[in-house]
């Protein structure tokens, strides 16, 4: 990076750049599906004030087998949307594009880990080869006995199958509870045991960096664990994908390709009500034990169509490609590789690999390649890039990226800086969008074409959404420029519907006050401009000798001195403040280097810098330095297992959904400063 650059960034935290919107034409678009401030206005009012009609209008543009006879049945905290609808979410992906006319555009590209040396593998298929492969694994399911309303656990690496189980479960009415395919046997016990699930569907392995993820035996080991917990599941589905030797069940395990061979390529979609559940997903596991959210048919459907035309600007017949490189395991795979994409007639993306095999290089070639239109991703991977250098990415041809997306976490500007620059040639918007496992779809983003964007804030509401800051004792509205709650007032279609098996924990969690508030659990302040700015969980804002800080200020502080790449900051006990600030860096590798030879001097520049960003009071009193932080397979920091480590105890905390057990034990034993 350049040192004007360094310079400009510096004072990130008291970010005051705009980047206004641009023209349409000038991203070789036709127009915006938000056409401008006045429009966004319009029917953001609308959408409030008349929720029934501004829905129904959305949801009649989709099918409906039978039409909804009320858009909103609202008791806080329960919705029923589209009461009296009967739908199909995989319906509308999938048939409605072929009846239209469109069988033969390509719904989904796939592309393949990279095999060393070989060409990329790439798969593409058509709105009509979807569909045949979909109804085939719909009519298996049928075959295998699954009716609708059972639970089936997606356990499998990023392959078409995936794709084609998860529509079929939708096809067929069956809720699906997909598994990240990093996940451990344990995480797998929990899940199927909490959804009271009988049917499984695995891959042999999953190839990750040119090796192999064992998930059948991972699988196979949670069935043992499940069957000695009086839960036997009754069918393991497997995909063969990498040709790794597996045990066989005879009698539960069944191959994917016999299932399939003799099935014919058309089963009738069930017919579902509006409120019948479609999925269930458990979040991340950042705050504590994962909750296993619950979304239904027609409400989702709706949502995740509207909001993924609005926020990125979809268009069909006019050349895009769409990709976001979240797993399907993750509500971002879920809603914006899938559900939200297929409807909307625009192919989408799926990328088996990781984004650094065979080289750093890797998601630059595949945008070049498939002249990508539209690019999602989460912070944590634009920081990996930054990291690894502009070198990567240097020479690659760009020129197709119109909308960038990020989400996950909250971007540091520096990073999103980055990203506009390297990424986006500096003409491309991006929408850095807040939302939830639970909350279905986008809640605040910019829009392309209508909202200014300022490098770190998710800027404004989407259509539909009331979102408000309030104080956390009495629930009124904060002025501009406080922090506090993130509340939304009042119900949007995409909401959770609940947390499986648990009305007490999702009533306390998210609706613990008497106006019909959904409460986030994040914390954030609006600016002068009415503009969103997440500060992070609410468990992250620390009081320091009466100052309330966000965790997420002083790590963007931190993330600003050029000798750190990341930052996690926690509270710990401290004797005289009551609260101190413990920080935990990665260290850039030439003052890596530098550390090793003067610890002093490096620390002593950090606690100078974050004092002239922020503050002295924000100084942090402990630093340790290490080579990774603590994070959730999504990639999200688990600051909760900071906390203990800050705190020098063994909470023991669930740790099911922790990436690499390693990099906590290495947190613990090094020496803070
Ligand atoms: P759990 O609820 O189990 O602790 P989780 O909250 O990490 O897990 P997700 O639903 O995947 O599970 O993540 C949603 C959270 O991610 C949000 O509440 C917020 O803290 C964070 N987040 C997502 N997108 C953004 C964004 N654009 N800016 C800031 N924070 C974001
Ligand atoms: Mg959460």
Redesign the pocket.
């Known amino acids: 990076m350049t040192d004007p650059e360094r310079q400009n960034i510096e004072s990130s935290l008291h970010e005051t750049r705009v980047f206004p919107p641009r023209p349409a034409a000038e991203l070789g678009m036709s127009h915006w599906v938000v056409d401008g401030r006045e429009d966004y206005r319009e029917q953001h009012r609308r959408a409030i004030e008349d929720p029934e009609r501004f829905w129904g209008a959305v949801a009649s543009e989709l099918d409906w087998f039978e039409p909804f006879s009320r858009v909103l049945d609202w008791k806080a905290p329960d919705a029923k949307w589209f009461d009296g609808g009967v739908t199909n979410v995989c319906h509308n992906a999938l048939d409605r594009q072929i009846a239209a006319g469109h069988g033969d555009e390509v719904a989904l590209i796939w592309e393949g880990e990279p095999t060393p040396g070989g060409q990329p593998e790439v798969l593409r298929f058509t709105y009509r080869e979807l569909h045949a492969e979909v109804c085939r694994f719909a009519r298996a399911l049928d075959a295998l006995g699954v009716k609708k309303g059972d639970v089936v656990t997606i356990y499998m690496g990023m392959v078409p199958e995936l794709a084609i189980a998860v529509l079929a479960c939708a096809r067929i009415g069956a809720p699906h509870s997909v598994i990240f395919g990093g996940f451990s046997a344990q995480a797998i016990v929990d899940r199927v045991q909490d959804a009271s699930s009988q049917v499984i569907v695995t891959c042999d392995g999953s190839w990750r960096r040119g090796g192999v993820v064992p998930l059948k035996a991972n699988v196979d080991q949670a069935c043992a664990t499940l069957e000695a917990k009086g839960h036997p599941v009754r069918d393991v589905v497997v995909v063969r994908r990498v040709g790794n030797d597996v045990d066989w069940h005879a009698g539960r395990d069944k191959e994917w390709s016999d299932l399939v061979a003799d099935q014919a390529p058309d089963r009738a979609p069930e017919p579902m009500a509006a409120e019948d559940m479609l999925f269930l997903l458990?979040?991340?596991?950042?705050?504590?034990?994962?909750?296993g959210?619950v979304h239904t048919t027609g409400g989702y459907m709706v949502w995740t169509y509207f909001t993924a035309r609005a926020t990125f600007n979809l268009l069909p017949d006019e050349g895009q490609v769409y990709w976001c490189t979240a797993d399907i395991g993750?509500?971002?795979g879920h809603s914006y590789i899938l559900y939200g994409l297929l409807p909307n007639r625009v192919p989408t993306i799926m990328y088996e690999g990781a984004p650094n095999a065979p080289d750093e290089g890797r998601f630059w070639e595949i945008i070049e390649r498939h002249k990508v239109t539209h690019f999602y991703t989460a912070?944590t991977a634009i920081r990996a890039f930054m990291k690894w250098g502009d070198k990567h990415v240097t020479g690659k041809d760009l020129s197709s990226l119109k909308v960038l997306g990020?989400?996950?976490?909250?971007?540091n500007p520096e990073a999103w800086a980055w990203y506009h620059r390297v990424i986006g040639r500096e003409r491309c918007p991006i929408v850095?969008?807040?939302?939830?496992?639970?909350t279905g779809g986008h809640m605040?983003?910019p829009l392309p074409g209508v909202t200014a964007t300022k490098p770190g804030s998710?800027t404004t509401p989407m259509i539909g959404v009331d979102a408000a800051i309030v104080d956390a004792g009495t629930f009124r509205e904060v002025e501009p420029g406080g922090g506090g709650l993130l509340v939304i007032r009042r119900p949007w279609p995409g909401m959770l519907r609940g947390i499986h098996g648990d009305r007490q924990r999702f009533v306390d969690t998210y609706w613990h006050n008497d106006r019909g508030y959904y409460v986030?659990?994040?914390g954030a302040r609006q600016d002068e401009d009415g503009f969103f700015w997440?500060m992070?969980?609410v468990d992250d804002v620390i009081n320091v000798s009466g100052h309330r800080i966000g965790t997420m200020e002083v790590e963007s502080a931190l993330v600003g001195h050029p000798a750190v790449v990341e930052a996690a900051v926690v509270g710990m006990p401290h004797e005289i403040k009551g609260t101190g600030i413990a920080a935990f860096c990665t260290l850039e590798p030439h003052w890596a280097a530098k550390f090793d030879a003067d610890p002093k001097a490096v620390t002593d520049a950090l606690r100078a810098h974050v004092a002239k960003e922020i503050g002295p009071f924000a100084k942090p009193d402990a630093l340790r330095f290490a080579d990774g932080l603590p994070k959730?397979r999504?990639g999200?920091i688990m600051r909760r297992l900071l906390r203990d480590v800050a705190a020098g105890i063994d909470g023991h905390q669930d740790t099911t959904?922790l990436e690499d057990r390693g990099v906590l034990e290495n947190l613990r034993a090094c020496q803070v400063y």
Do not use: H, M, N
């Open positions: 458990y979040t991340s596991g950042s705050t504590g034990k994962p909750k959210i993750w509500i971002t912070p990020t989400v996950g976490e909250p971007i850095d969008t807040w939302w939830q496992t639970e605040l983003t998710c986030a659990g994040d997440i992070g969980r959730t999504s999200k959904t």
